[in-house]
């Protein structure tokens, strides 16, 4: 058995996938096409030229030219695969047809469940453009996502003519943890302070100075995922990054990390990912509608520095 193969059936087996999906209708998306790629929908007989992260619907077809390749996730099975050029594969509530042609690479892969947001038609198109309680002083993370670190570090965007910050954590009555100033943005947790719990959320806050003057105050809170979930979630997440580093042309680890991270309220790191499949691959509507709806959940109106919207 490959090292590809073992990362995903120990993923899958950690994480306890479910074998279906929210929808009855969407079944998998294409995370990968390359020469000629049709797809011909449900209900319908003229085929529509294909691209990447097309979501596949239960009844659709997928026809590859003489050398055309697309690389799928089929999520009621949890598996991947390619179809080879020449070839043509109709994805079914339940199952996955050859019908000409044949498949390569063929594997099971973990959390291939794809967001409820998505399925019940959610993704907004609009970008969030809420600051934080109305202030200037963006917070990155972690803001109003879950974490599975019980030191997790803390990161803001540079606030205009600061000198220094003061950051300061609370547990949920308020009750401070620590406080540490420092003159950079980012702020590893501190050694010396109490690790957190699993399970408990908490609160942070940074306050922005210039000198000894007061210019910037916001706060946000997030939670600690619980220790088996935080535990799971590690593990998946290491078996995913593994794969998407042996197989850097596919786009279906990283498609999964994202969905991996948002169905555990990872919203910050499932924001980043999907940025991440953006820049990739270029514009495509559900993408940058979960991107969007993400981005204001989160409050930001841009993603971080450097970062593609």
């Not at 892969?109 to 399925?119: F, G, I, M, Q, Y």
């Not at 993704?123 to 996502?145: A, E, H, I, N």
């Amino acid at each position: 058995m490959s090292k590809f193969l073992r990362y995903a059936l120990l993923a899958a087996a950690t994480i306890g996938i479910s074998s279906g999906v929210a929808s009855a209708q969407t079944v998998g998306l294409l995370s990968m096409v390359k020469g000629e790629v049709q797809i011909v929908r449900a209900g319908q007989t003229a085929p529509a030229p294909a691209k990447i992260a097309d979501l596949i619907a239960a009844g659709d077809r997928v026809l590859t030219g003489g050398s055309g390749e697309a690389t799928f996730l089929f999520c009621p099975e949890s598996r991947a695969g390619k179809l080879l050029g020449g070839g043509e594969a109709e994805f079914t509530a339940a199952a996955l047809q050859v019908k000409k042609g044949k498949l390569a690479e063929e594997r099971k892969v973990p959390n291939c469940k794809l967001p409820a947001a998505l399925l019940a038609g959610n993704s907004k198109q609009q970008s969030g453009m809420l600051r934080l309680r109305g202030s200037p002083l963006v917070l990155r993370t972690p803001t109003r996502s879950n974490v599975a670190d019980l030191k997790p570090n803390f990161r803001w965007d540079k606030y205009e003519n600061a000198t220094s910050y003061e950051v300061k954590l609370t547990d949920r009555e308020e009750r401070i943890i620590w406080k540490k100033t420092v003159t950079g943005t980012e702020l590893p947790y501190p050694a010396e302070a109490p690790a957190l719990e699993a399970g408990q959320k908490y609160n942070w806050r940074v306050v922005a100075f210039e000198n000894s003057e007061n210019q910037a105050d916001v706060g946000t809170s997030f939670s600690v995922l619980a220790a088996d979930a935080a535990k799971q979630l590690k593990e998946s997440a290491a078996g995913l990054q593994a794969l998407a580093k042996a197989s850097p042309d596919d786009n279906g680890p990283l498609f999964l990390l994202a969905f991996l991270y948002e169905d555990n309220g990872m919203t910050d790191a499932a924001a980043r990912v999907y940025a991440q499949l953006k820049s990739r691959m270029g514009d495509q509507d559900w993408v940058q509608g979960r991107l969007n709806d993400l981005m204001g959940k989160l409050g930001w109106d841009r993603l971080d520095s450097g970062e593609a919207k």
